[in-house]
C-alpha cells in the first residue's frame, strides 16, 4: 500500500499541476523508497534530495512538471537518461507502454532496478550507459526525458531518436538552466524555453 504522505504530496502539487494521470501516478509510488534511509524524513518535502554517486532525486514539483509538458499517453514508448533513483522511471511506467531507462553509474541502476522490481512494476528495462547516445536500437521514441543538464543545447542524438511527433523534456544551460520542450514534426524539431531548474550535469561517456 502507498503511504498516505504520497497523496499528501499529489494534493500539494495540484495548484501547480493540472494533468491528473501525473498526480494519480504520483500518489502511487512510495517516494521514499527511492531515497537513502538517511534522507526518508524528508521523502515528500518539495525539495531535491542526495542519493548516491554525487547524483540527486529531484524536486517533486520538477519530476511532475516535467512528466506534465511531455504530454504523455498510455501507448507512448519513452526513453529515460539518467536513471539516478529510478523514481522519474517508476511514474513513467504508470503513464505509458514500455520506458528504457539509461543511467551511467552501474551501482545506482542495480539499486533503481531493485526497488522498481520490488514494487511490481515490469515495463521497465535498465541499460548502463553513456545518455548521450540514447538507445538507438529501441529508437523512435514517443517521448524523452532527460533527467540531467545537457549544457546550451540538448544532445541533437537524442532529438534524432524522437518519433514524428514525439517530445523531449531536458534541462538545458550552463550557470543558469531552464527546461527545454522539443517537439519533433517531420525533419524539423521546434524547441521552447520553459521555467528555471536546477540538474547535476549529464556526462558524456561509457557507464562506470
Known amino acids: 500500500m502507498c503511504p498516505r504522505e504520497a497523496s499528501q504530496l499529489a494534493l500539494f502539487l495540484r495548484p501547480a499541476i493540472a494533468d491528473e494521470r501525473v498526480l494519480a501516478a504520483i500518489a502511487s509510488i512510495p517516494r521514499e523508497r527511492f531515497v537513502p534511509r538517511s534522507q526518508r524524513r524528508r521523502a515528500y518535502a518539495n525539495v531535491a534530495l542526495p542519493i548516491a554517486g554525487g547524483q540527486t532525486i529531484s524536486q517533486p514539483l520538477v519530476v511532475a512538471r516535467m512528466l506534465e509538458v511531455l504530454a504523455l499517453k498510455p501507448t507512448d514508448r519513452v526513453l529515460d537518461v539518467g536513471t539516478g533513483s529510478g523514481y522519474h522511471a517508476a511514474l513513467l511506467s504508470l503513464l505509458t507502454e514500455h520506458v528504457w531507462t539509461i543511467e551511467r553509474h552501474a551501482e545506482l541502476a542495480a539499486e533503481a532496478q531493485d526497488t522498481i522490481t520490488e514494487l511490481g512494476i515490469d515495463n521497465v528495462t ?66 521552447r524555453q520553459l521555467e528555471a531548474v536546477q540538474f547535476v550535469p549529464l556526462i558524456h561517456g561509457p557507464g562506470e
Not at 548521450?132 to 540538448?154: Q, R, S
Not at 531536458?170 to 524539431?189: C, I, T, Y
Request: charged share 25%; proline share 8%; aromatic share 6%.
Open 126 to 191: 535498465f541499460r548502463v550507459g553513456d545518455g548521450w547516445e540514447g538507445w538507438p536500437e529501441e529508437a523512435p521514441f514517443d517521448a524523452i526525458n532527460v533527467a540531467a543538464a545537457t549544457g546550451e543545447e540538448p544532445p541533437r542524438v537524442l532529438e534524432g531518436e524522437l518519433a514524428d511527433g514525439g517530445r523531449m523534456v531536458a534541462p538545458v544551460g550552463s550557470r543558469e538552466q531552464h527546461l527545454m520542450l522539443a517537439v519533433r514534426n517531420g525533419n524539423r524539431v521546434g524547441r
